[in-house]
């Protein structure tokens, strides 16, 4: 499957964006979905996950309440909302689908087979 993310820019800190992440050449249903990010010289860092049938979503303390992820299997695509953004939340975003939790933990990025290109988004103070 390949994932194309999207919807990244700049915005100023307290603002919102949405991302996007499209997948062609086959449907998302039977994937666990994740968002990860990597900021300049930092190692990836999960941002937030999402089932295969989107009844459970996972996130790190550090976007809780602040970022939501959400599916339309029909569409095959998955969004990452994010509200009340920080300085900090600047990296580069990436979405990644699994096909099975081969580690156990849907936080784990070693879990996802597929990967999206990546897009950025800058928070300015």
């Known amino acids: 499957v390949q994932l194309q993310a999207s919807g990244g820019g700049l915005v100023q800190a307290g603002g919102s964006l949405r991302l996007s992440c499209a997948a062609s050449?086959?449907?998302?249903?039977?994937?666990?979905m994740a968002w990860f990010r990597q900021a300049p010289g930092a190692e990836y860092e999960f941002v937030a996950a999402i089932s295969r049938s989107g009844s459970s979503t996972y996130y790190p303390d550090s976007v809780k309440g602040r970022f939501t992820i959400s599916r339309d299997n029909a569409k095959i695509a998955v969004y990452l909302q994010m509200n009340s953004l920080k300085p900090e939340d600047t990296a580069v975003y990436f979405c990644?689908?699994?096909?099975?939790?081969?580690?156990?933990?849907?936080?784990?990025?070693?879990?996802?087979?597929?990967w999206g290109q990546g897009t950025l988004v800058t928070v300015s103070s």
């Open positions: 990644a689908a699994a096909s099975s939790l081969y580690y156990g933990d849907i936080r784990m990025s070693k879990n996802y087979d597929y």
């Open positions: 050449g086959r449907a998302l249903s039977g994937y666990h």
